[in-house]
Each structure stands twice: as C-alpha cells, then as structure tokens.
DNA sequence: GCAAATTAATGATTTATTCAAG
DNA sequence: CTTGAATAAATCATTAATTTGC
C-alpha cells in the first residue's frame, strides 16, 4: 500500500532516478529554495513533499560515505594486519626481543579488537588520544607556536616517525621505521559495524591492558600494562 | 627541484587522488595511526612524511571551509537579489503598489539561468540558510512529539510549504507557492572578507534592518523592521 | 507457486559533534 | 568559555526482497 495508508513515503522508481542524477551532479545538502525546486519538479512524478527530499540527500550522503569508509577501513586493516604480523614475527625472532614477551598469547582478534572501549563511537573520541608524534619533530615551527603543546603535550604517545626520506619503501606491506615500538591503533576510530565484518579474521599480536605516556619537560615515561 | 633541494613536499597526482578520496570519504582530522597508515601507503607513491599527511587535512579542511563560505556569500546575495526581483514583480503587478516603485528597473534575469549554482563538487553549501519549514508542517508526528518543537518552534520563519503534492510545477524558475510571505535567508553570519567582494555590485532593493519570527503555540508573530 | 518468516534497504527521528560568534 | 546553528552519525521503524517450507 504505497499511496493511501503509508506512513512514510515510496518514492516511484522516476522520482529516485531524478534524486540520484541530481546527486551524481554534486548535489548534496539542497536549501530550502532548492528543496522545493526539487520538490515541485518531482511531485510531477508522484506524491512528495519537502522532507522527503531532505532525509533523501541526508541518508544518501551518509550511507554513501559510510560505503567509502568502510571500503577504507578495510583497506587500511588489512594494511596493519599484514605490518603486525610481520613486526611481531620480526620481533620474537629478533634475538634482543625480551623473554619475558615471548609467552604472550597472541590475543583473539574476537574479543581485544576494541584496546579503548571507551574511545567510542564517535572517531572524534579519539581526540583525547590525538598525538602527532611527529610534532616533536617539526623544525622551527612547533618551538615558536607554543600554542600545539598545550592541547598535546601530556596526552598518550604512540609512535614517533623516523622522519622523511631516510625510510625505505618497503613493498605493500611496509611502512616507514620506527624509532620507538608501534603499538597498534588505540582508537577505534570510524570501526565500529566495519570491526564486525573481520571479527572471524585471526591476528596475531599482542594484547595490552593499557598503554599510558606522560611527558614532563623533556623527559617523557611510557608504561605498558600486561594483563 | 622537487625532490632533491626542495624544502617542501610536492605530492603526486597520485598522491593527492588519494588524500581526496579520504577527504571525500569523511577522514577529516586523522590520528597519529591514521596518518601513520596513510603515510606508509602514500609512500608507495613518492617521498612524505606524517606531517604532510596532517598538514594537508588541516589545510584542506580550512580552505573547503572558506570555499563553502565564499559560495555560500554569493548565493545568499544571488538569492537575495532573486527575491527582491521576485517581490518587486509582484508589487509592481498588485494595483495597490505605489506608482512610486514603477519606474524601478527589472534585473537582468540572464543571471539567474543556473538553477543551482552551489551544486558543485564539494557543495555541503548553504548551512545558513537551510530551514525547512516543512518542519511546522509534518502531520501527525509533531503534534504528539512535541520534542521538535522545541528545537525549532521559537526559530525565524521563512516559508510555508503549501503541501504535498498540489504543488503544480512551475517552469524552472519558480517555486511552490507559499501561505506565508517568503523571506530570504535571514543570517549573514560567517561572511566576515567575503562579503568584500561584492560591495560594488548594484542592487534595487529594500533593506530590512531586522525581520523575527515569534512562534508561542499556534500564533506567529512576524516582525519587519526597516531603518 | 505462494505466503509466512526472515533479512536487507531505506525512509524518518533522535542524538552528538563541530564550528564559530559573542 | 559559553552557546546557537547546522549538520553528520547513530538509531529507530517500515517497507521491499528473499528465503523457506509446504
């Protein structure tokens, strides 16, 4: 019952044939005025009113982003599994590697995958856990702008770039050495269903309780807890 | 010199397709992960480093912004002018206009071809002026979810939708008419150096030093001041 | 074939974040 | 630092596809 009693609206198949050239034109948030352009232009084609046109860019715009970034994101995993997998097996094998690691059961990607279940839903959680490691590596700009400190400075470390062009290039798998180990990503970013698409994918890597770094002048103190 | 000497980085065509479709898929302020990843499989494309990766979202998000504010200026004066046009036909043809105005000059409408001049590639345009006064107008759902209103119920009026589908379709230019008088968009707000653009174009128009819109239950009080 | 049951799409709402003006 | 405006993300809810058992 498309016309009389629904409740919501059924767009006929011209009607979304028209939606969609309009986006592929660029269209994406209408205004009010080209709502009702939209609208009036559409109503020849069935019944329609402005908001139907409004959450119509609204959830096409989100899901075809959501599209992309899970095309990403899954990219960008793959990426990292690849790099654990080899950074670990690099590691354990490397004979500077502490005993005291090599019994640390590579966790189940099933149930350690979220580190920071309270770096949410939001990717803009992660904000507290933002640390351009490399900002203590910019030339003469970090020293006069003061300023990139104060948001960073005692916030949570991670990694720290090698810097520019002495890093190799690797194939696919690499990516540019490190001076301090890499953990893995502390943030959930962006990966929330994304995350359950691969909870069946084994990893092998291993699991920290918590990661926390303070910097104190120039001293700076990084705790790694195992559970 | 782009590679050798060179001070600064000289993205790739590759490299900048890359960033866009991140950018394009949502990736607006990355973490040090996410700059970590991107940067190794930028890599693959030519020499850069995090910062660049971070430096170029900052930048890029800074000038989509004033992109979108500068598009945004033009079309709210662009509308503007439509609406003065608009209002000033229908005074003109009403035999209660004051013959005063009658000599008034019609624009040249030539300029008013491109129906959505914004639509363009990045177009998450026209945040200002968006108000969808359909929203005083969904059947059932507001009365009983009074939470709506009280988002919007105190907010400037602008339009009425006249309804569904008993919007007959005007040819291009039009727009479904309307049980209140149409304002244009009311807010200027973020048009700080772009409004210095156009201060030499001519306008016949009346300015309206305020206009609000009181809505307490089901009476709206609608105010226009003129200096 | 053909409905009941189940799943996937997608329209409609609600909530959280971002940005920038005051 | 607070707050208003405006999304964008998350979520809810209904419709369409489809699977399934007969």
Known sequence: MSPAGSTRWCPTPQQLMMLDEMYRSGIRTPNATQIQQIT???SLYGKIEGKNVFYWFQNHKARDRQKLRKKLTRQLQHQQQLYHHHQLLHYLDSPTASPAFRHLPYYNSTSSLNLFPQAGIHDEAAKQVMNYAWKFDIPERV???TG???TYGCD???MVDVGPSSSPCYPMISRPPLKTLELFPLTASNLKEECNDNINSTDSSVSLSSVS????GT???????IP
Chains 1, 2 share one sequence.
């Open 219 to 225: 001293a700076a103190k990084i705790t790694l807890s």
């Open 143 to 145: 020293d006069k702008n």
């Open 213 to 216: 770094c303070n910097i104190t």
């Open 156 to 158: 949570w470390l991670m």
């Open 148 to 150: 990139m400190m104060r």
């Open 40 to 42: 009036s232009q559409l």
